[in-house]
């Protein structure tokens, strides 16, 4: 079959499955959906895109063994991401180094017959941070311009018989867990202080009656069992605050208002028990509802490194957790987000980057396709970045955030 071939028998949304594995080198596998049985396979020699990888990481504002969190944001307010010349180069150096030529080729024939792609991306542990859908194709051109872009769980998940799908209701209940305060005071609130939810005001206005929650919306405390019974027969969830990775995907956690009582898998914070995403799988040992919890359509976690389960060996973290229990879209964030606070100082202006991709993302998982509407959002961020060079404006925000899409198994070859 050649690229003729593939782009002739499309349909006029065509998407095309992409698999990335470790093995020393990188090797990589991809099927369009509507030609299964013509899969293809390419290798990516290690020391063709290890330095590209090496300066993105570098440029990031997640924390280096040994880094403050503080030291971070420094650095990255710094490096390649921030600076609209050198994120040119390294976007344009990522895509060359990480899209095989013949896959390039198969999509440009796809674009010439007038179909928009959508590549469905697995990630490998070396490639956990990479934003896909920023990197530079064609010129000034980004993924974003040229097709849709979403993350794919591995298909032990999201095709796994214990699996549950929930329905979407674009009228049903909003959870909105707004910042909730942790137990100990350990952790500052990510909107920051009192006063600042005024920047939300598209966001509430959107809740509006269907939210749910905690008590005040924002910033208002709220556990693991009140959430859990919340989810139970929610639309969707909206959960703004504070995510911890580890060493392993299970252990993942997010920090709601548990206090040291709480039973669960994750290891005590102080006085604070985070939620695992062992516990949103399998339930918490000991405690009166034990299993699996059952998770709304749509998820959006803006919280650092909340979408980090490619970057895991076995890549079973938050966002297979909630797919697993029912969501089929989960907007996430691949490493730190930096916060309005660290965008003013670094802008030296007010500079609501963090707030307006929390109301961009929100609005993205009420739409029909969240993937569409979240890379919309993305191709407008971009375009503002490449007229204006601001930092608040730059990928640092909004190329963080990827929508994983795993619709029903019976759907989903």
Request: some cysteine; hydrophobic content about 45%; aromatic content about 4%.
């Amino acid at each position: 079959m050649t690229v003729g071939d593939v782009a002739e028998g499309a349909p006029d949304r065509p998407r095309v499955q992409v698999k990335f594995a470790d093995v020393g080198d990188l090797y990589v596998t991809w099927r369009w959906e509507h030609a299964r049985e013509r899969p293809r396979a390419y290798a990516i020699p290690r020391a063709a895109v290890q330095p590209a990888l090496d300066r993105l990481h570098e440029s990031l504002p997640s924390p280096l063994p040994g880094e403050s969190i503080v030291a971070a944001l420094d650095r990255a307010f710094r490096g390649a991401l921030a600076d609209p010349d050198r994120e040119r180069r390294l976007s344009a150096e990522l895509a060359g180094a990480l899209l095989p030529a013949p896959l390039a080729a198969e999509l440009n024939a796809m674009l010439a017959r007038g179909r928009r792609p959508h590549l469905r991306i697995q990630g490998s542990p070396s490639l956990g941070r990479v934003p896909w859908e920023a990197l530079i194709v064609d010129a000034d051109r980004r993924m974003v311009h040229e097709a849709e872009v979403s993350l794919l769980v591995p298909a032990g998940v999201r095709n796994a018989p214990s699996r549950r799908v929930s329905r979407w209701d674009p009228r049903g209940p909003v959870v909105a867990v707004l910042d909730p305060p942790v137990p100990g005071g350990m952790l500052a609130p990510v909107l920051g202080p009192a006063g600042a939810g005024a920047r939300l005001g598209p966001l509430q206005e959107r809740l509006g009656s269907r939210a749910r929650g905690a008590e005040p919306l924002l910033g208002g405390a709220i556990d693991r069992v009140r959430l859990r019974t919340l989810l139970a027969d929610a639309s969707r969830l909206l959960y703004v605050g504070h995510v911890s990775s580890s060493d392993h995907g299970l252990d993942v956690r997010m920090h709601l208002s548990d206090d040291a009582a709480q039973p669960g898998r994750a290891a005590l914070l102080g006085a604070h028990r985070p939620l695992a995403a062992a516990d949103i799988a399998y339930g918490a040992p000991g405690a009166d509802t034990e299993g699996g919890w059952l998770i709304p359509a749509r998820v959006a976690l803006m919280a650092c490194e909340s979408g980090g389960d490619s970057g895991f060996a076995e890549p079973t973290a938050l966002v297979a957790a909630l797919v697993r229990g029912g969501a089929e879209h989960v907007a996430a964030a691949r490493w730190t987000l930096p916060t309005d606070a660290g965008f003013a100082r670094a802008a030296g202006a007010d500079a609501p980057a963090f707030s307006a991709a929390v109301d961009a993302v929100d609005a993205a998982q009420e739409s029909t396709d969240p993937v569409a509407a979240l890379n919309a959002w993305q191709r407008t961020c971009a375009e503002t970045w490449a007229r204006t060079g601001a930092v608040e404006h730059s990928p640092l925000m909004w190329a963080a955030i990827s929508t994983t899409w795993s619709p029903p198994p019976r759907q989903d070859p």
